[in-house]
């Protein structure tokens, strides 16, 4: 039974505290809904998860999973950023990130179709809306399977349909035995437990440090 | 494996796709090329005498012109990010985006640089022995290079810092490469002296280049 453990996590960027003394856990199946104002460090605590910013103290475990790899290799990590680039289409777009992350090169097109960009697959990256740009990103969860989903604001751009897709696919995932923490103000049509963080003192606004 | 082919390709593309770079290195050894002369004079023996070293100088700055966006374009579309969590070690993959910065950016120099020799003076046979230690050093260039374009990364500032950063470890190279270059043109060194210093180097810079270079992304995360 897999399950990611989180003890006493800390975070400290720039000099300044973002967020202290975090600890829950999450077992297959399950999913945590971070919340928390603008600033508290929900980012940051994604990207800690993830392995792209230190830890200042605390421990992260995942039990359960592969032992020979990471976390960070047996996640995905949804950010603000998308990771395509404008000149390739959104085919060539997927394709690479689904053979670089280990997945499988032949689902590319039923995941292109189920995140409803079926018909834009030989449109350059460069010609899509910010909400097309969004489905890309979540169609290398579908065709690279990990365990964990590391989702920052995955709903950010996406329309109500969209968000319906995302929703599916989150309970897809908690189905078939994963895991997700998902930061969010929006709501994410998904029961999971809620997390709260509450940044320890003012912080500028998260897009500054993001 | 599957992954850095993949890396490599995708790279490959971009750089020959609108806006990639691939192109911009050859045109600015040209430009190089052609004022070098108007301004030297009608002295065809001097033209002669110094052309290898102004083919290699302007195959130094133009491998190192298009280095600066190599990371950092990665990093500004959160591309890197995915990178630095993938179980293909970073190492490899810099290494993977060096090799085909090199392929589209380094081997077009090498493959130009008897044309441009002409320019100068130097006749084919010259300009293909030049191309010859180009081919053995502008590896070394590229590699070197991207300690620079990493260190980029994580200082957060491009352009001009790069090659600031990256001329004290490219000289050698230079020194070298002219020095093999004369040698197969006047002599009295016999080739193979300057140009084993330079394969040396070249080897050194692949492995040392994506090393130090994975380093400084690791060190860049915040």
């Known amino acids: 039974?897999?399950?990611?453990?989180?003890?006493?996590?800390?975070?400290?960027?720039?000099?300044?505290?973002?967020?202290?003394?975090?600890?829950?856990?999450?077992?297959a199946g399950e999913a945590v809904v971070v919340l928390g104002r603008n600033g508290a460090g929900k980012s940051?605590?994604?990207?800690?998860?993830?392995g792209l910013l230190p830890a200042a103290t605390g421990r992260i475990v995942l039990d359960g999973g592969d032992a020979e790899a990471s976390l960070a290799e047996q996640a995905h990590y949804v950010g603000h950023l998308d990771a395509q680039k404008a000149s390739l289409t959104v085919t060539e777009n997927l394709d690479?990130?689904?053979?670089?992350?280990?997945?499988?090169?032949?689902?590319?097109?039923?995941?292109?179709?189920s995140v409803g960009l079926g018909s834009l697959a030989d449109l350059p990256a460069a010609h899509l809306s910010a909400g097309q740009r969004r489905r890309l990103s979540l169609a290398r969860l579908l065709t690279a399977r990990r365990p964990v989903w590391l989702l920052d604001e995955p709903t950010a751009a996406l329309d109500v349909a969209g968000q319906d897709l995302l929703a599916?696919?989150?309970?897809?995932?908690?189905?078939?035995?994963?895991?997700?923490?998902?930061?969010?103000?929006?709501?994410?049509?998904?029961?999971?437990?809620?997390l709260r963080l509450n940044g320890s003192r003012m912080m500028p606004p998260e897009g500054a440090s993001a | 494996m599957n992954a850095l082919l993949a890396l490599l390709q995708r790279e490959v593309r971009l750089a020959v796709r609108i806006g990639g770079g691939a192109l911009i290195g050859t045109l600015f050894l040209l430009?190089?090329?052609?004022?070098?002369?108007?301004a030297i004079g009608p002295d065809l023996n001097l033209l002669r005498r110094i052309g290898p070293a102004i083919l290699w100088i302007g195959v130094l700055l133009a491998s190192?012109?298009?280095?600066?966006?190599?990371?950092?374009?990665?990093?500004?579309?959160?591309?890197?990010?995915?990178?630095?969590?993938?179980?293909?070690?970073?190492?490899?993959?810099?290494a993977v985006k060096g090799a085909a910065h090199w392929l589209t950016t380094g081997l077009p120099l090498v493959v130009v640089a008897p044309l441009m020799g002409l320019f100068l003076d130097l006749d084919l046979g010259t300009g293909l022995m030049v191309a010859a230690t180009m081919l053995a050093g502008t590896p070394a260039l590229t590699f070197l290079g991207l300690i620079g374009a990493a260190l980029a990364v994580a200082l957060r500032r491009g352009g001009?810092?790069?090659?600031?950063?990256?001329?004290?470890?490219?000289?050698?190279?230079?020194?070298?490469?002219?020095?093999?270059?004369?040698?197969?043109?006047?002599?009295?060194?016999?080739?193979?002296?300057?140009?084993?210093?330079?394969?040396?180097?070249?080897?050194?810079?692949?492995?040392?280049?994506?090393?130090?270079?994975?380093?400084?992304?690791?060190l860049a995360r915040e």
């Open chain 1, 168 to 194: 599916g696919l989150m309970r897809e995932q908690l189905a078939s035995g994963g895991l997700i923490v998902a930061a969010t103000h929006a709501p994410l049509g998904l029961t999971g437990r809620e």
């Open chain 1, 1 to 27: 039974m897999m399950r990611l453990t989180v003890e006493d996590l800390a975070c400290v960027r720039g000099g300044r505290p973002v967020f202290a003394g975090v600890s829950f856990a999450v077992a």
């Open chain 1, 44 to 50: 940051s605590l994604l990207r800690v998860l993830a």
């Open chain 2, 64 to 94: 190192l012109l298009a280095l600066d966006r190599l990371f950092a374009a990665d990093h500004e579309d959160g591309a890197l990010d995915l990178m630095l969590m993938a179980s293909a070690p970073l190492e490899l993959t810099v």
């Open chain 2, 31 to 38: 430009a190089v090329v052609i004022v070098v002369p108007f």
């Open chain 1, 96 to 113: 690479f990130w689904t053979a670089f992350l280990g997945g499988d090169r032949a689902r590319v097109p039923v995941a292109l179709e």
């Open chain 2, 160 to 218: 001009l810092l790069l090659p600031v950063l990256i001329l004290p470890l490219a000289i050698p190279v230079l020194v070298f490469g002219v020095a093999a270059s004369q040698a197969a043109i006047v002599g009295p060194v016999p080739f193979g002296t300057p140009f084993t210093i330079l394969c040396a180097l070249t080897l050194a810079s692949l492995v040392l280049g994506p090393v130090a270079a994975a380093a400084a992304l690791r």
